[in-house]
């Protein structure tokens, strides 16, 4: 697999997901409107289980009332609860996002660090938030390997992969580095509006004749 197979994806990917017209995932919209750093960790922590619909109204719901950590820390945990409710686990969520606004501004200036380390030392933030960050909220080089990226490219055959971690390891040998950014964005909505993970709609896929299919017992 070269950078021209992974290109052929791609556009393959693409290309359908144009006919289908499925919108881009929450946090690429919220990045879309503003790349702030502190809105795109932010609503990718709530992201996290969480619907795209829920994602985004009550990413912007927080924004109107924080634009800022330093606004963030200020706010009391149980309003920061009510406002991101029904995102899952609002609550741990919500005590998360406050201890991460007092670290950041104290340890940081208020600003987000752009370094992978400094990232995942934050409460809850693990390596997808902190790889989506990077990408969306720096412009910088990192694989984001979500439930999506992980299955779809088992799937295809492409890894052979236990979890997402495996399979970001994995694919920091065999993936061409121009495609670390846009590879989340296009196999996330590839996997909301194609390649779902239950029963896949095979029938729309441009990749069904040379797709293995592995794991999938039922699609459409």
């Given at each position: 697999?070269?950078?021209?197979?992974?290109?052929?994806?791609f556009d393959s990917f693409s290309k359908t997901l144009?006919?289908?017209?499925?919108?881009?995932?929450?946090?690429?919209?919220?990045?879309?409107?503003?790349?702030?750093?502190?809105r795109v960790l932010v609503s990718t922590l709530l992201?996290?289980?969480?619907?795209?619909?829920?994602?985004?109204?009550?990413?912007?719901?927080?924004?109107?009332?924080?634009?800022?950590?330093?606004?963030?820390?200020?706010?009391?945990?149980?309003?920061?609860?009510?406002?991101?409710?029904?995102?899952?686990?609002?609550?741990?969520?919500?005590?998360?996002?406050?201890?991460?606004?007092?670290?950041?501004?104290?340890?940081y200036g208020g600003k987000v660090p752009s370094e992978?380390?400094?990232?995942?030392?934050?409460?809850?933030?693990?390596?997808?938030?902190?790889?989506?960050?990077?990408?969306?909220?720096?412009?910088?080089?990192?694989?984001?390997?979500?439930?999506?990226?992980?299955?779809?490219?088992?799937?295809?055959?492409?890894?052979?992969?236990?979890?997402?971690?495996?399979?970001?390891?994995?694919?920091?040998?065999?993936?061409?580095?121009?495609?670390?950014?846009?590879?989340?964005?296009?196999?996330?909505?590839?996997?909301?509006?194609?390649?779902?993970?239950?029963?896949?709609?095979?029938?729309?896929?441009?990749?069904?004749?040379?797709?293995?299919?592995?794991?999938?017992?039922?699609?459409?």
């Open positions: 697999m070269d950078e021209k197979f992974f290109q052929q994806l144009e006919q289908v017209g499925h919108p881009l995932p929450s946090v690429s919209t919220v990045a879309a409107e503003n790349s702030d750093p502190y992201s996290l289980r969480t619907r795209d619909k829920v994602t985004l109204e009550r990413s912007k719901a927080l924004f109107g009332r924080a634009e800022n950590f330093t606004e963030l820390e200020g706010m009391d945990e149980s309003e920061i609860a009510d406002i991101i409710k029904p995102v899952a686990f609002y609550t741990r969520k919500a005590a998360d996002l406050k201890k991460i606004a007092h670290v950041i501004n104290t340890a992978m380390e400094a990232l995942m030392s934050l409460p809850g933030v693990g390596l997808k938030t902190a790889s989506l960050t990077l990408n969306l909220g720096f412009g910088i080089d990192a694989i984001c390997v979500d439930c999506h990226v992980h299955q779809i490219l088992n799937r295809l055959g492409i890894v052979d992969t236990k979890n997402a971690e495996e399979t970001e390891n994995e694919l920091r040998n065999i993936l061409p580095r121009r495609f670390w950014i846009p590879l989340n964005e296009v196999l996330v909505r590839y996997g909301q509006a194609v390649c779902t993970p239950v029963s896949p709609f095979c029938s729309k896929c441009s990749e069904t004749t040379r797709c293995p299919k592995k794991g999938v017992t039922r699609s459409r």
